[in-house]
């Protein structure tokens, strides 16, 4: 599969999309629906949160793979009969061509945050949050607003999902 060189790659070619905006412009929710459409349209997806506060936890003091941590392991998986979970100590921020480099299986991944990352960007501009982007419009594929911005990319409405995945499958997922 022969991919866009504006297109952030893993080794094994996955295209990453990355979803930006200020905080509480709508990029969880928006995330949210946009996973449910890819996936009832047949693709399958990872996603990926990226968390800026140091001392991230999935599982609770005194749980046993909080204490194999607390004990010193840099790695630790909770495995159970439908899913498992890596927990790893870094001791900088991996990127985020590190943390893709593993996934497979998936025909995207589609990344909340990482506004510094070399990947593509969809840009969520909220008018009530903050109508200034935070990306280089020329890090942008695209706009998803409640306004007009003035802007040479394509502007999706914020509600408007189903033309988001049109666009996103077309400009991404064509070739699969």
Same mark, same amino acid.
């Given at each position: 599969m022969?991919?866009?060189?504006e297109?952030?790659?893993? /080794?094994?070619?996955? /295209?990453? #999309? ?11 929710? &928006? #995330? ?5 459409? &890819?996936?009832?349209?047949?693709y399958? &997806?990872?996603a ?11 599982d609770?003091?005194?749980?046993d793979?909080?204490?194999f ?8 998986v #909770? ?20 943390l ?17 990352a ?16 935070i990306?280089? /419009?020329?890090? &942008?594929?695209? !706009? !998803?607003?409640?306004?007009? #911005? ?18 996103i ?8």
């Amino acid at each position: 599969m022969q991919q866009s060189s504006e297109t952030a790659e893993t /080794p094994s070619a996955v /295209p990453i #999309l990355s979803i930006v905006g200020h905080s509480g412009s709508g990029k969880t929710t &928006l #995330l949210e629906k946009l996973i449910q459409e &890819l996936k009832q349209r047949g693709y399958r &997806l990872a996603a990926i949160k990226h968390h800026h506060h140091r001392g991230l936890r999935l599982d609770e003091p005194g749980t046993d793979t909080w204490r194999f941590a607390q004990a010193g392991a840099d790695h630790v998986v #909770l495995a159970g009969p439908d899913r498992a979970a890596h927990l790893y100590t870094f001791a900088e921020e991996p990127s985020l061509e590190e943390l893709t480099s593993g996934i497979q299986d998936v025909d995207l991944i589609l990344t909340e945050g990482y506004k510094h990352a070399d990947t593509p960007k969809i840009e969520i501009v909220r008018g009530q949050v903050k109508s200034v982007l935070i990306s280089d /419009p020329s890090d &942008l594929v695209a !706009v !998803v607003s409640d306004q007009h #911005l003035d802007l040479a990319v394509p502007q999706i409405g914020l509600n408007d999902v189903g033309n988001l995945a049109d666009f996103i499958q077309a400009r991404f997922l064509a070739s699969i």
